[in-house]
């Protein structure tokens, strides 16, 4: 049997006919079939009880004489049980006492044998309704106790304040939440008026809201009035003048319509939910939509508020304003020698600082990475921007401590004045923008005005990254190489890979005037990825016309390094040119390995352990340590150019290239310097003991063809001696 099948005949009244004779037990189940009954009989008192201890029934058709025991006895039997089943006796016996007994124990009808059958259905069934009346009160009986309890504990439990006020505004109920958030029980506010509550400078608007007579839509809708709370509730009862926001709905309460159309008002209706905190959270939400996080300064949508803001009133007044677009040199270096979280102090440092030179009025933002701009509204004229820019890049001139280093930046200032450079805010920063950009080409650490010259320079910048793109396809790029030379013998022992763009229109690009540019804009890394094999396939051709193996260096940037394949795509392009390894050698700046020492340390091995060598470029200029020489496999240390070009005299004094000289040799490690341009400088690092040399006294870079060339004639030329 299915389940919908059960539940329906749960539905059916089921019956018990008990008789011990089997003609009128059969006639009476004839008689009460027809109906919608569930029937089941019994001939004696034993067969009815085991059938009432088995199944519940509704309704007993009950004849009193039965052969074991009396029907009195079955209905004892009943009642003793608790057994939920309505009685109907059907007797032949007249006498009076067996009625008065059946009556006693509860039956619901009695009738005597023979009874009419009109009569005996009419019963079971006024029987039957009486039952489902009784079943239908208890159960209404039940929703109303339990709708009552969970009404208590809905509105004793409920986040909200619930109130009901009287007429003249006094309180006639208040649930327990009024004691949590305002300190009082509710027996101590029933009967006083609203206004002990509100806060006097919000009584007016309060009257709208505990007088509301108006129901439905045009009831008071999230009404907010300050409340005042006490902290201590064994105190005097007096509100202390601390207050919280709360936000009121109410209604009107009116009589039962008793059909005349009237309805008497008798008081109003309130909820009242405490929005203190949520309003502080909107406050913050709101706060941090248009500040910094890192330097709570105004961000880009703030200022552009106050921007468009400015441009009307300077419109009206007929006045000046100036936008600064200030970008801090250099600290990239900082954030990937020290660490992220060293260059959000040094961003906060720098915030501190540019506050300290605002006018009243003025608006510093933080634009996102190390960009701020600048609001100077009211400008009597240019110079007035010009000095705030002067002092600017002075106060950020000076060094910033960083814990236990000390940190050199500066920055370079755009500056675009409205009208004469823009009279819209995307036109202002964009050309503050464009005007910063031209003080970071002139050597940065500075400002400049925009002008309208610089904007062709802009379009260059956007041409630039085009073309560049189309020179890889294009194959305009070339490797270059700078020969190492053997100072002691003359001979080329080596060469540095630089690469060049062979430009169509302005020629032969070095790498420092484009390379940059690459690793702003994502191009580094293909450009990393093509350089592999021209460097591979030239190599194996220098293999073919001298029989001394050279070394080639070449230059690693940061990011493909970061990027982790770069041994694997290394390790293929030399086995398909059959190039060995030992040939190789990788030069890295020293910045590289602060930035993520352990990462650098892993990927560095992994070149190692294919037999090429790891030099480090620029040592000296930038933050390491002398304990990173110990722990990265360093087989090389370059001396900067910048250090190179101090020696001026051969029996000068150069303590940081005799330095570097010195830590080479006490670590084992090889030594090439580079940016060699005179004599003096040769001769100099010779007899400091540094004779591996590069640079213009020797040879410029050389295209493949004309290195090729050199090879060749040094070839020929040791092979005289």
């Known amino acids: 049997m299915d389940p919908v099948t059960r539940l329906e005949q749960a539905k059916i009244p089921r019956l018990l006919l008990v008789d011990d004779e089997p003609r009128l037990l059969s006639s009476l189940h004839e008689l009460l079939r027809t109906g919608e009954y569930q029937l089941v009989t019994a001939t004696n008192g034993a067969e009815a009880m085991e059938q009432l201890s088995k199944l519940h029934f509704d309704l007993v058709l009950l004849d009193l004489r039965l052969p074991d025991v009396s029907g009195h006895d079955l209905m004892d039997f009943i009642i003793e049980r608790g057994i939920d089943a309505s009685v109907i006796v059907l007797s032949g016996d007249r006498g009076i006492d067996a009625a008065i007994g059946a009556l006693k124990r509860g039956a619901y009808g009695y009738l005597r044998k023979p009874y009419p059958h009109e009569e005996l259905l009419k019963t079971v069934e006024n029987a039957l309704q009486k039952r489902r009346l009784e079943a239908e009160n208890r159960d209404m009986a039940w929703r109303l106790e339990c709708s009552e309890k969970l009404y208590r504990y809905l509105v004793d439990s409920s986040p909200d304040i619930i109130y009901t006020l009287n007429i003249e505004g006094k309180f006639t109920f208040v649930n327990d939440r009024a004691h949590q958030l305002l300190g009082y029980k509710p027996d101590e506010l029933i009967g006083k008026h609203y206004s002990v509550l509100v806060h006097e400078e919000d009584l007016g608007r309060a009257r709208y809201v505990f007088n509301e007579r108006r129901i439905g839509a045009r009831a008071s809708r999230n009404i907010e009035l300050r409340l005042r709370y006490q ?37 109003t209706y309130g909820v009242a939910r405490d929005i203190t905190e949520s309003k502080r959270a909107e406050q913050l939400i709101s706060y941090q939509a248009y500040h910094d996080i890192l330097t709570d300064l105004p961000n880009r949508a703030l200022f552009r508020d106050r921007l468009n803001l400015a441009l009307i009133q300077s419109k009206r007044s007929k006045s000046e304003l100036a936008v600064m677009f200030v970008d801090l040199d250099r600290f990239k270096l900082v954030n990937d020698t020290l660490g992220h979280i060293k260059g959000d102090e040094l961003l906060q440092m720098v915030a501190s600082r540019l506050r300290e ?31 705030i820019a002067d002092q600017i890049v002075q106060t950020l001139s000076q060094p910033f401590q960083l814990g236990a280093h000390k940190v050199h930046v500066s920055a370079s200032v755009g ?114 990825d093509w350089m592999l094999a021209p460097l591979c396939r030239d190599l194996n051709e220098w293999n073919t ?159 493949q063809q004309k290195f090729i060339q050199l090879l060749r004639e040094n070839a020929s030329e040791f092979s005289l001696k």
């Open 231 to 267: 902290n201590e509730p064994d105190r005097d009862r007096e509100f202390d003048n601390t207050v919280m926001s709360i936000s009121f709905n109410s209604v009107g309460m009116y009589s039962v319509d008793q059909g005349d159309g009237k309805r008497e008002f008798f008081g």
């Open 357 to 387: 030179r605002l006018r009243e009025g003025d608006t510093l933002a933080r634009l996102g990475g190390d960009e701020f701009t600048l609001l100077l509204p009211d400008l009597r004229d240019k110079q007035d921007a010009a000095m």
């Open 415 to 528: 500056i675009a004045v409205c009208p004469g450079d823009g009279e819209t805010a995307d036109d202002l920063i964009r050309h503050a923008d464009i005007a910063m950009y031209k003080v970071k080409a002139l050597g940065k650490n500075g400002h400049s005005f925009y002008d309208s010259s610089m904007q062709d320079a802009s379009h260059q910048k956007i041409q630039l990254e085009q073309s560049l793109r189309k020179a890889l396809e294009l194959g305009e790029l070339e490797m270059y190489y700078q020969p190492q030379i053997d100072v002691n013998t003359g001979q080329v022992i080596g060469a540095e890979g630089l690469i060049r763009w062979n430009h169509p229109e302005r020629g032969v690009l070095t790498a420092g005037e484009f390379l940059p540019f690459a690793e702003e804009n994502g191009l580094i890394l293909p450009i990393s």
């Open 545 to 703: 016309v001298t029989d001394q193996p050279l070394r080639l260096s070449l230059n690693l940037s940061p990011q493909y390094l970061d990027r982790g394949d770069f041994h694997k795509k290394l390790k293929a392009a030399l086995a398909v040119h059959e190039i060995s390894p030992s040939q190789v050698e990788v030069e890295i700046t020293e910045n590289l390995c602060i930035r993520n020492p352990q990462y650098a340390i892993e990927q560095l091995n992994k070149l190692c352990q294919l037999g090429i060598s790891v030099a480090i470029d620029d040592f000296g200029t930038g933050y390491s340590s002398l304990a990173y020489l110990h722990r990265f496999p360093v087989h090389t240390i370059k001396i900067d150019q910048s250090f190179v070009r101090e020696i001026q005299e051969a029996d000068g004094h150069y303590p940081v290239v005799l330095a570097i000289i010195s830590i080479a040799r006490g670590l084992g490690l090889h030594l090439i310097a580079e940016g060699v341009e005179t004599d003096t400088q040769a001769r100099y690092l010779e007899q400091a003991g540094c004779t591996t040399l590069q640079g213009f006294l020797f040879h410029e870079a050389l295209p």
